[in-house]
């Protein structure tokens, strides 16, 4: 948990907490842990661990109005879709995620060139890194593919303002559509947000 940066009282939603694996880690960090799990079966044994267990998926799931942060052992098959909701709305009290997602799936998400879309558009609020690539070997089951730690940090001054964000999203996919692709990382969509008439939007290179 050190490495995740989580603090004693920080606000840590685990998603798809299963057997408790990373929660007893955050527990023992300190941590106020709100356990989501749809099982009821594993949902018991979270109890045990005198955590807040919400009968609940990812897609279901009402995120913190206050600050919180999430390290989670995301299913592959819903990684794309818990990701958007989670750092597709600035909106969110995100302070950071630590994600175990696929390896590709991490890998495109923090690559800067090329880059894609929804990389950028997350971009604007988060720094996006791969901080540990996990091989299939530490899983039980073991899967097929390796996995990788997708870590993403609220920035201190956000590229974009959070409430354009609906306009920059327009003005990103409607670039990625044309022929732009020199242009496809963070800094440069939000330089060109910020060079149109009447847009004050907060930006550092």
Same mark, same amino acid.
């Given at each position: ?143 097929? #593919?390796?996995? =990788?730690?997708?870590?993403? &940090?609220? !920035? %201190? +001054?956000?590229?974009?303002?959070? @409430?354009? $964000?609906? /306009?920059?999203?327009?003005? #990103?996919?409607? =670039?990625?559509?044309?022929? &732009?692709? !020199? %242009? +496809?990382?963070?800094?440069?969509? @939000?330089? $060109?947000? /910020? ?11």
């Amino acid at each position: 948990m050190a490495d995740a940066g989580i603090e004693a009282g920080d606000l840590v939603v685990d998603i798809g907490a299963g057997s408790g694996m990373l929660t007893r880690a955050l527990v023992a960090a300190g941590a106020r842990v709100v356990a989501v799990e749809p099982d009821r079966r594993l949902r018991a044994k979270l109890r045990r661990l005198q955590v807040t267990v919400v009968a609940a998926d990812a897609a279901s799931f009402t995120w913190p109005r206050e600050a919180f942060r999430v390290v989670a052992n995301l299913p592959f098959a819903h990684a794309a879709d818990i990701c958007r909701t989670l750092l597709g709305d600035p909106r969110l009290p995100l302070r950071s995620a630590d994600l175990i997602v696929e390896w590709d799936f991490a890998a495109k998400r923090a690559r800067l060139w090329p880059s894609t879309a929804q990389t950028v558009l997350w971009s604007a609020w988060y720094e996006l890194a791969v901080v540990r690539r996990i091989e299939p070997r530490e899983f039980a089951p073991v899967p097929s #593919v390796a996995a =990788g730690v997708l870590r993403a &940090r609220r !920035r %201190e +001054r956000p590229l974009v303002r959070p @409430a354009d $964000a609906q /306009r920059y999203e327009r003005f #990103v996919r409607q =670039g990625f559509r044309g022929d &732009r692709a !020199r %242009e +496809r990382d963070p800094h440069a969509w @939000a330089a $060109a947000w /910020r060079s149109r008439p009447g847009t004050d939007v907060p930006f550092r290179r």
